[in-house]
């Protein structure tokens, strides 16, 4: 049994959908939030946004019961609001990073769609980029 078949064992069928619909929703707009990053004119909006994806998805892993998903998202939420109170910009390194997470909420994505277990979370991800060099 797969991620998918154990929400819709454990949640309402309309919760898991609207989950899914949702995730995949944000999951397919992540990357051009986080390449917009390294683009003064749209840092803010970009950090705003991609802070609000991260939080959602916390929420509702969580709720869910989704717990290496709800814990990366809180993790990266963390890094995310730093980054908005702190800085004015981001580096490379840690667009490189976010694209990283990017591509474990991808994977996600597909596990869920395919009925797969959630596959684990890369170890290179819980290590923070340099936040101060910008």
Same mark, same amino acid.
């Given at each position: *049994? /797969?991620?998918?078949?154990?929400?819709?064992?454990?949640?309402? #069928? +309309?919760?898991?959908? !609207?989950? %899914? $619909?949702? #995730?995949? *929703?944000?999951?397919?707009?992540?990357?051009?939030?986080?390449? $917009?990053?390294?683009?003064?004119?749209?840092? +803010? =909006?970009?950090?705003? !946004?991609?802070?609000?994806?991260?939080?959602?998805?916390?929420?509702?892993? /969580?709720?869910?019961?989704?717990? =290496?998903? &709800? @814990? %990366? &998202?809180?993790?990266?939420?963390?890094?995310? !609001? =730093?980054?908005?109170? =702190?800085? @004015?910009?981001?580096? !490379?390194?840690?667009?490189?990073? %976010?694209?990283?997470? &990017? $591509? *474990? #909420?991808?994977?996600?994505?597909?596990?869920? @769609?395919?009925?797969?277990?959630?596959?684990?979370? @890369? #170890?290179?991800?819980?290590? %923070?980029?340099?936040?101060?060099?910008?």
């Amino acid at each position: *049994m /797969g991620i998918r078949s154990d929400l819709d064992s454990n949640f309402d #069928y +309309e919760i898991v959908d !609207e989950f %899914l $619909d949702h #995730y995949s *929703m944000m999951v397919d707009c992540m990357e051009t939030m986080i390449i $917009d990053l390294s683009k003064p004119n749209m840092f +803010e =909006q970009s950090i705003n !946004e991609l802070f609000r994806v991260f939080h959602n998805i916390k929420s509702a892993s /969580g709720f869910l019961k989704i717990t =290496q998903m &709800s @814990k %990366l &998202s809180a993790f990266v939420e963390d890094a995310l !609001e =730093q980054i908005r109170t =702190q800085h @004015k910009s981001v580096n !490379e390194e840690t667009i490189n990073w %976010l694209l990283s997470i &990017s $591509d *474990m #909420y991808a994977t996600w994505n597909d596990d869920l @769609k395919l009925d797969n277990e959630l596959s684990r979370i @890369k #170890y290179s991800l819980l290590k %923070l980029p340099d936040l101060e060099n910008n």
